[in-house]
Antibody, heavy 115, light 112 residues
Framework: EVQLLESGGGLVQPGGSLRLSCAAS????????MSWVRQAPGKGLEWVSA????????YYADSVKGRFTISRDNSKNTVFLQMNSLRAEDTAVYYC????????WGQGTLVTVSS | DVVMTQSPLSLPVTLGQPASISCRSS???????????LNWFQQRPGQSPRRLIY???NRDSGVPDRFSGSGSGTDFTLKISRVEAEDVGVYYC?????????FGQGTKVEIK
């Protein structure tokens, strides 16, 4: 059974940083791309970023490009999202998802950017 | 970016009756490999989203056969043949043929 467990969310001040992690199990992590999607309170889904199976290719939404960095550690079956220069509009539940087309999703971790 | 437009945004339905959601893309979703990467997701209240349909019409494992997807090019549809209480939630289409990935606004399905 595929399991994706996000962690690292919390309250951060505007301009601050957070690093999200997503621990994966139940599938061969090293052969799949991974993605991050977010959902602001009461709003719809917004795709954020994705990374290829070996980390060689990365993609970002325009809204986070230059501030967020996706990476992965295949030895630990974990994907990361480093978030810098955070803004109030980055407040959302952040979901980790398997593959380019979001085959399976985690339970999400809440990031709140507020002073 | 490819804009995904869903309609309706709110869909009150009677239990046991059919429901249909439309999703239109601003560009063709036919990818260079010949596949069309159009996905449908369901988000029940208080839950994470889950994928129901991939590549237009393929049901994910465990998805009831009352859910079906169809369409081509820029025009797609999700149908529920007979709505059940557990189908309440928000449904999103998402294109996976272009970078960047984009979602529709979501369609809220509720019971009348």
């Amino acid at each position: 059974e595929v399991q994706l467990l996000e962690s690292g969310g919390g309250l951060v001040q505007p301009g601050g940083s957070l690093r999200l992690s997503c621990a994966a199990s139940g599938f061969t992590f090293t052969t799949y791309a991974m993605s991050w999607v977010r959902q602001a309170p009461g709003k719809g889904l917004e795709w954020v970023s994705a990374i290829s199976y070996n980390g060689g290719d990365t993609y970002y939404a325009d809204s986070v490009k230059g501030r967020f960095t996706i990476s992965r550690d295949n030895s630990k079956n974990t994907v990361f999202l480093q978030m810098n220069s955070l803004r109030a509009e980055d407040t959302a539940v952040y979901y980790c998802a398997m593959n380019w087309n979001l085959d399976h999703w985690g339970q999400g971790t809440l990031v709140t950017v507020s002073s | 970016d490819v804009v995904m437009t869903q309609s309706p945004l709110s869909l009150p339905v009677t239990l046991g009756q059919p429901a249909s959601i439309s999703c239109r893309s601003s560009q063709s979703l036919v990818y260079s490999d010949g596949n069309t990467y159009l996905n449908w997701f369901q988000q029940r209240p208080g839950q994470s989203p889950r994928r129901l349909i991939y590549k237009v019409s393929n049901r994910d494992s465990g998805v009831p056969d009352r859910f079906s997807g169809s369409g081509s090019g820029t025009d797609f549809t999700l149908k529920i043949s007979r709505v059940e209480a557990e189908d309440v939630g928000v449904y999103y289409c998402m294109q996976g043929s272009h970078w960047l990935r984009t979602f529709g606004q979501g369609t809220k399905v509720e019971i009348k």
